[in-house]
């Protein structure tokens, strides 16, 4: 529950500033001024202004909404998912070394909250692994603090790296990355990839970093 609220506040807190600000003025303002002032006049100038005042903060409010529902999508996630594959080189154990870079830009205007992030080595015709032991990532290792949130921002682009290593008789397979969030919202983007690894480029074992 405490995580939700958090998520609440940190998603809507300019609007819910501008209501409870809408608020306090209706409520404390007008018995204010109806106190203090005591000529008939200035009152009825007073509540022509209040009323002015209002008529102002709900066009703002509804200026705001449409801003943040048309342009923000503010109940659909936008999010591009970009997948980048690079060829290490051939180790002594027969296998090739890859590195992925997975790319998730957030281009809306809501934090897409505890994303979950999904990496796949396939054969080409096979939905079956051919890496070995599977795909290495590293990930962050501090705990987040109790009721403490996890997210990637409106504007904000996260990076997942993974590496893994193939058989060198695979020639080419499939490299696919799938985020999702708790929302039921996924994105998925997939590449095919070469596993021949380039005689020039290779680095002869001397010239290797020990």
């Known amino acids: ?23 306090m003025i209706f409520l404390i303002v007008p018995p204010l001024f109806e ?30 909404g449409y801003r943040r529902f048309f342009r923000g999508r503010i109940f659909a996630p936008r999010l591009t998912l970009g997948l980048k594959n690079q060829i290490i080189r051939k180790l002594s154990d027969g296998n090739v070394l890859h590195a992925a870079d997975v790319e998730a830009e957030n281009i809306g205007g809501v934090t897409i909250w505890d994303p979950t992030i999904s990496f796949f080595v396939q054969h080409l015709d096979l939905d079956e692994n051919c890496s ?14 109790r009721g403490g949130n996890s997210g990637i921002e409106p504007g904000e682009t996260v990076v997942y790296h993974f590496r893994y290593r193939v058989p060198a008789d695979v020639e080419a397979f499939r490299v696919s990355a799938e985020l999702s969030v708790d929302c039921n919202d996924a994105w998925h983007r997939t590449i095919t990839v070469s596993n021949n690894v380039d005689d020039s480029t290779d680095p002869k074992p001397s010239e290797r970093p020990q």
């Open 1 to 23: 529950m405490w995580k939700w609220l958090a998520r609440l506040i940190h998603e809507y807190s300019p609007d819910i500033i501008l209501v409870l600000s809408a608020i």
């Open 35 to 64: 106190d203090l002032i005591a000529n008939e006049d200035s009152r009825k100038s007073v509540d022509i202004s209040l009323k002015i005042l209002g008529a102002f903060l709900a066009v703002l409010a509804s200026v705001g």
């Open 132 to 145: 070995v032991s599977g795909p290495a990532t590293e990930g962050v290792r501090q705990r987040l603090r």
